[in-house]
């Protein structure tokens, strides 16, 4: 069986429970009162907003120098464009979504102090018009990327449960496959 890297599992699960927990804050967070929490949560927010985004890229370096390994020859043709389709939009959506964020943060005035250790870089200044449109893209992206994480979960137990093709085990640490080679 064709198998990704460790390195490659290793950041796969590690950004997707990193996702996870970005999307439960920030659905938990916005509705809350103005609080030194929230403000707590919000910086929480922005700093798993900054990892996903350095492991993602590292992530992609990998990927570059790495190629997939190859589909089922039971997947029809269309099933392994969707799949290289869907997997090049949630590329695009574990940039846009913490580079919106980031932006929007530095737009609304605010610092992002990552770990509270550091300042990281301002790209713009205070906006507050800017500010509402790049609050407005963040959410927009932020649908987007939940969609087609839904859409990627839907596939995987598709192919798990219903194909039966193995296809799962390609990202799944060793231990969870029946695949022990």
Known sequence: MN????LSIALHWLIALLIIAAFALGFYMTDLQFSLTKLKLFSWHKWIG???LALVA?????????A???????MEKWEKVAAHSVHIA???FMFAVPLSGYFYTYAAGFPVVYLGLFELPAPIAPDPLLKLQLKTLHEILTTGMLMLISLHIAAAL????IDKDGITNRMLPRALTKDTQ
């Open 50 to 52: 900054v990892t996903v």
């Open 68 to 74: 997939a390994p190859a589909y089922p020859e039971s």
């Open 90 to 92: 949630l590329y695009f």
């Open 158 to 161: 598709k192919h798990h449960f």
């Open 3 to 6: 198998r990704y890297s460790k």
């Open 58 to 66: 590292i992530r992609l370096i990998n990927r570059l120098f790495q």
